[in-house]
Structures are given as C-alpha cells and as structure tokens.
C-alpha cells in the first residue's frame, strides 16, 4: 500500500466527525481521468471527481483554498460540493 492511499483511508475512517463543511487545499487533480484529492484543515485527504466541483467547471488548480461536505462513496468518504473559498 503506497502512503498516499494509507492516508487517504485513515482520513476516512474519521471522517463521521466533520460531516459539515470543511476547508481544505486541493492536493492533487488530473485533468485526464477527472480525479483528485482535497487535504482537510486537519491534515485528512479525501478524494473527489470532477462532477463535485460546486461551479461545474470540471477542472480545479492544484493548491486552490476549497471548502466541501463529505459524502458516503462505496464504502469510504469522498470530497463533495468542493468550492473555492
């Protein structure tokens, strides 16, 4: 398991305490498979896809300050209603 993943599933598995809105940075995106990764004020990363980005861009920059909700995804949390703050 490479660390990012770890990461990822330990932010996760806390996620029931921040189910509000939460603000974070985006951490990584690809413009290619629509995918990327929110890291929480807490330190936290959740993934999201494309269609979460609250303007319906599509796109997002690397490093852009973003408040999100989180969401139930097939098992674990996932960054949602991802906005520019």
Known sequence: M???A?????GNQRAGNQRGVNDGVVTGFSDNVGWGTVTSAD???FG????EIADGSRTIAVGTHV???L????GT??????APS
């Open 2 to 4: 490479n660390q990012r």
């Open 6 to 10: 770890g990461n990822q599933r330990a």
């Open 43 to 45: 330190g936290n990363e």
């Open 48 to 51: 999201f896809h494309c269609i």
């Open 67 to 69: 408040t999100f909700t």
């Open 71 to 74: 969401l139930p995804r097939l």
């Open 77 to 82: 949390w996932q960054a949602g209603n991802i």
